[in-house]
C-alpha cells in the first residue's frame, strides 16, 4: 500500500466517524470522493442510464447505515456492496416490468467505445470480450468485472459481492476459465 | 491473444477503458436532500416503533383491539433481530429459496459449540435432520419436513438482521413473550456481519412466526396454523 493510499483511508476514517456522529459535512467529502467510483461501478456492473439514480440511493443508504461499517474494510469496497446490491434490485424491479429476465440481463455492460487510434483487429477482439462477458453467468460477471475493470483487490471484491474470499479467488479463476475456452472457441469455429 | 490467463486478465483490464462510462452527476445537493428526508421518517418510525410495543404490550389479550391498533398506527413493526415493514409487497423474482451469506451445513452439537446463545430443540418437533450456520454463527437454521419447516435462531442482540415485508403481520403472545405471525407469504432481506442489505438472499417466506426470548430471536417458517406455530414454539426446550 502507498503512502498515498494509507492517508486516504486514514482521512476516511476520520471522516466515517465524523459523518456516524451526524456531521453532514464530513459525509459530503466522502460523498465527492467516491461518487465517480460508485458511479462507474453502477454502470459497469448493469444499471445502465439509472446509474446515477442507484449511486444517489446507494449514497443515501450508505449513511444511514454507517454505524453498521465496522471499519476493517474500507468505506470504498463497503460502499461499492451497496452499490452492487442497489444495481441488483434495480435488475429485478426491471425484470419484472418488462416480463423479460433475459432483456436487463443482456444490457448488464455499457456498450464499447470503438477506438480510431487502434486497429480495427483491436476493436474487433475487445467486441468479443465483451459479448462474450455479456453471456457469462451473472456471479461470474460481477467478479470480472471488480476484479479487473474495477480493479478491486481480492479483499475488497469479497466485501462488494458479500462472498467469502475463497470463493471470490475459485469464482473468478472458473470464470477466467468459462471466458478463455468461449473465445476459443469462436476462434476456432472462425477460422 | 489470450492463450494465457495473464493475458486475458491484461485484456479485462485494459477493457474498463474502453467501455463507454458517462460521467456521474455531482451527488452532494441530493444525496444531503435524501438523508435530510429518510431522518424525518426514521425518527418517527422509531418513536412509532416505542408507541407500538407499549400499547401492544398494554393492551395484553384483546387481539382484535391489538390488530386495530398496529394496523392504524404501523407500518413498521419489530422484534429484536427482525423488522417487518407492512403495506403492499413487492416479490422477488424467483421464489426459490437461496441461502443466507456463508452457509453451511453442520450438525446440532457443533452448532451448540459455534454460537454465543443457547440452542433450544422444539419438543413438537423432535430433533432437526438438517442444521445449518450462517453468518460466522449469526444464524442456526434446523430443516423439518423436508425443509418445508424452518426454524431460524439467531443472536438477536444486534440491529435488524432479517427484513421482512409482509401486508398482514399481526402481534401474538408467545408465553410471556411479543411475537409476530405473518399468515401469508413475505418477502425476506438478510442484513449480513458488514451491514449490507442482502436482497439475493430475498426469497419468498411461507407463513412465519417470529418471537423473541432473552437474547435470541427465533423464526419459525412453513407450518400453516398460528395454533400449530405456537404449540411448536412452547415446545421449545
Known sequence: ?191 | MADRPDDLIAELRALGDHLDVPPARDQRAAVRAGIARRKKTRRWRLWLIGVLVSVAAAIGAVEPARATVVSAVGNLLRVAGIEVRTGPVTLPSSPSPSPLPFEGATTLDAARRAVRFPLRVPAALGEPREVTIADGARVVTFAYRDGRVRLDQCDGTIDPIFLKQAPDARWVDVGADLGLWLPAPHEVTYIDRNGVERSVTARLAGPTLIWSHSVVTYRLEGIATLDEALGVARSLG
Open chain 1, 1 to 191: 500500500m502507498s503512502r498515498l493510499e494509507r492517508a486516504t483511508e486514514l482521512d476516511d476514517a476520520t471522516a466515517v466517524a465524523r459523518a456516524r456522529a451526524g456531521d453532514l459535512d464530513a459525509y459530503e467529502v466522502l460523498v465527492a470522493h467516491y461518487t465517480a467510483a460508485a458511479h462507474r461501478a453502477a454502470v459497469l456492473l448493469g444499471a445502465g442510464a439509472d446509474a446515477d439514480d442507484v449511486v444517489q440511493e446507494a449514497l443515501v443508504k450508505a449513511y444511514r447505515q454507517l454505524s453498521r461499517h465496522r471499519g476493517e474494510s474500507g468505506f470504498r469496497p463497503w460502499l461499492l456492496a451497496i452499490v452492487a446490491n442497489e444495481t441488483r434490485n434495480l435488475h429485478r424491479t426491471r425484470g419484472r416490468r418488462a416480463g423479460v429476465l433475459q432483456r436487463a440481463a443482456r444490457q448488464e455492460l455499457p456498450a464499447l467505445a470503438p477506438d480510431p487510434a487502434d486497429t480495427a483487429e483491436a476493436n474487433e477482439r475487445r467486441q468479443r470480450l465483451v459479448d462474450r462477458l455479456r453471456r457469462l453467468d451473472r456471479r461470474d460477471r460481477e467478479v470480472l468485472v471488480c476484479r479487473y475493470l474495477l480493479d478491486l483487490s481480492e479483499a475488497e471484491t469479497a466485501v462488494a459481492l458479500g462472498w467469502p474470499k475463497g470463493t471470490v479467488k475459485s469464482r473468478t479463476a472458473r470464470a477466467l476459465g468459462r471466458l478463455r475456452d468461449h473465445l476459443a472457441g469462436e476462434e476456432g469455429t472462425d477460422g
